[in-house]
């Protein structure tokens, strides 16, 4: 479990200038906030449904927004309490805030059509379970998703940024997400990484910008030519990510599905300078992608607020609470109204979460694909291998003389030093390899990964800082040089393989002396996946650990399986 220390990559402070994260290109667009409440612009015009009455965005004057946050004040308080200056207890009115859209959702003829019958076996087939009132069907293609493209021939940039990067059909995930993100209900994803989890909420966040700058009407007669966000106006959309890698991933995939909408973005996270990312947000972003501790800095001293977010994502919120940061999500939400639409998005549902999607969401529907148990994918063939650390290397090396050739490899370590250890060891055996971890700057992480998906570095060994939310394609293996402590990160590294239906393979080097505890819960997810469990893992079941590996050749050898 994360609490905070050690490996903390998600946020950490400024150490050294490699340049922002912003992705501020485009404009065009937009009219007034909303085409109900009067006045036209955003806040401005008269006629009250601004940010604090009479006119622009936070002015002076009648009623303010919702008892008034501080956003104010440079720095981080008096206490050194990261946050500790921003008002968490606001009291919200509600009728002084400006009304906004958040259903969009038109059941296609086709899903009307549909019977109950094919809607329950399309749930079984693709292992889907939907809890909640009135939760509405799925869909089949991306034309029953009601995107814009089939509601308004001026705004098709939904489904022509789809088809044109090649996506034939929806996830399930993305099937069932659709109709409830678009519907406007808060709602919980349980999802595997890798399911297509990341669209399911996007594409439904670029609907709801648009129809929150810009309503249909202004569309047709106005062609969105005026800027979506003025100066100083805080975001419409805010995802919130537990690592600056998955933030950046969310980033990208914004890029590619907000261009055609000119719909601006920046990702706000530790480890790099903050004035790239400030300037953005001064400037205006309709997006912001965040981790939780940069996010609360930004709050803090001011640069920016959160009053317009209608739409917010948590996503990997299990890792988030595993990685220590609820008391920062608190405060983040404690700054956005609470009539908000509410995504979360998790990979587990255990009683954290449901505690805090309680009392983040209201009223929530939720789905999930697959079983709430932790099971690992029965496409991966997992191979474990008992023996003593000091044969760990050498089995390594045997390992890599037949799978080195034939795809992506990624080698997982306990510690960041040992994982510079291994990774200058496999060089110096003329394997191309490189690191990656918490220690690394920015700009070294961000080429390690780069080197990688571009296929110049085979091998790439991790802490695991990698084991969650990267999506890098076509990793045919996971080594675990070093074993997890649980077992839930144990499926979630060796779910880096076997993603899109192929298939992968895990190896996994397990130490009685440091992973017997393992051992039962390893044997029940093996045997669940239907995988062939190894005679010495399964003798160690119930003995907590014990001696060393029990190789065939005087002791000194290790089992492969």
Same mark, same amino acid.
């Given at each position: ?27 065009? +667009? &937009?009219? /007034?906030?909303?085409?109900? !409440? $009067? *006045? %036209? @612009? #955003? =806040? ?7 940010? +604090? &009455?009479? /006119?622009?965005?936070?002015? !002076? $004057? *009648? %009623? @303010? #927004? =919702? ?7 440079? +720095?981080?308080? /008096?206490?050194?309490?990261? !946050? ?478």
């Amino acid at each position: 479990m994360y609490s905070g220390g050690g490996d903390r990559y998600g946020d950490s402070s400024s150490r050294r200038d490699y340049g922002s994260s912003s992705s501020y290109g485009g404009g065009g +667009g &937009g009219g /007034g906030y909303s085409s109900r !409440g $009067g *006045g %036209g @612009g #955003y =806040g401005g015009g008269g006629g009250g449904g601004g940010y +604090g &009455g009479g /006119g622009g965005y936070g002015g !002076g $004057g *009648g %009623g @303010g #927004y =919702g008892g008034g946050g501080r956003g104010g004040g440079g +720095g981080f308080g /008096g206490s050194g309490d990261l !946050g500790s200056n921003l008002d968490t207890h606001i009291q919200w009115d509600i009728s002084k805030l400006p009304v906004f859209e958040k259903n969009f959702y038109y059941e296609h003829p086709d899903v009307t059509r549909r019977s109950e019958d094919e809607y329950e076996k399309w749930k079984r087939d693709n292992q889907i379970i939907v809890s909640g009132k009135g939760v509405p069907k799925c869909v089949l293609s991306f034309e029953e998703a009601s995107f814009p493209g089939w509601l308004c021939f001026v705004l098709e940039y939904v489904l022509e940024e789809v088809v044109r990067l090649g996506f034939d059909r929806p996830t399930p995930i993305q099937c069932q997400g659709w109709p409830m993100a678009l519907s406007g209900r808060d709602m919980v994803g349980i999802s595997a990484t890798g399911s297509g989890k990341t669209l399911a909420f996007l594409l439904p966040a670029i609907v709801h910008i648009n129809a929150q700058v810009c309503s249909v009407k202004q569309a047709l007669y106005e062609a969105c030519s005026r800027p979506y966000l003025q100066p100083g106006d805080g975001p419409i959309v805010l995802m919130i990510a537990p690592t600056r890698e998955l933030a950046v991933q969310i980033q990208q995939e914004t890029n590619k599905f907000g261009a055609s909408s000119k719909i601006k973005n920046t990702c706000v996270y530790g480890g790099v300078p903050k004035g790239g990312q400030i300037a953005d947000l001064r400037r205006g972003v309709e997006v912001c992608i965040c981790t939780p501790g940069r996010m609360i800095d930004m709050l803090s001293m001011g640069k920016t607020n959160l009053r317009r977010v209608t739409y917010l994502v948590l996503d990997e919120a299990d890792r988030m609470l595993d990685m220590g940061f609820e008391p920062q999500l608190r405060k983040i939400v404690s700054q956005i109204r609470p009539d908000r639409q509410t995504l979360m998005w998790s990979a587990t549902w255990p009683k954290e979460i449901v505690s805090l999607a309680h009392d983040f969401l209201t009223d929530f529907i939720q789905v999930t694909v697959g079983s709430l148990d932790l099971t690992a994918n029965k496409k991966i063939k997992q191979i474990v291998e008992v023996m003593d650390d000091h044969q760990k290397y050498t089995a390594l090396q045997d390992h890599l003389k037949d799978i080195y050739e034939g795809g992506r490899i990624i080698i997982f370590c306990e510690t960041k030093r040992g994982a510079d250890e291994l990774s200058r060891n496999l060089r110096n055996s003329r394997y191309g390899c490189k690191a990656i971890h918490g220690n690394k700057s920015q700009e070294e992480r961000d080429y390690v990964l780069r080197e990688f998906k571009d296929g110049k570095t085979q091998i790439l060994v991790a802490t695991d800082v990698a084991s969650r939310g990267l999506d890098i394609k076509d990793i045919h293996y996971v080594v675990n040089f070093d074993m997890p402590k649980n077992i839930e990160d144990y499926i979630h590294r060796i779910g880096r393989t076997a993603r899109a239906g192929n298939k992968g393979t895990s190896i996994s080097f397990f130490t009685p002396g440091n992973n017997g505890r393992l051992a039962g819960p390893l044997v029940k997810i093996m045997e669940e996946a239907e995988q062939e469990v190894p005679r010495d893992l399964r003798a160690l079941v119930g003995r907590g650990g014990g001696g060393g590996g029990r190789g065939g050749r005087g002791g000194g050898g290790y089992n492969r399986w």
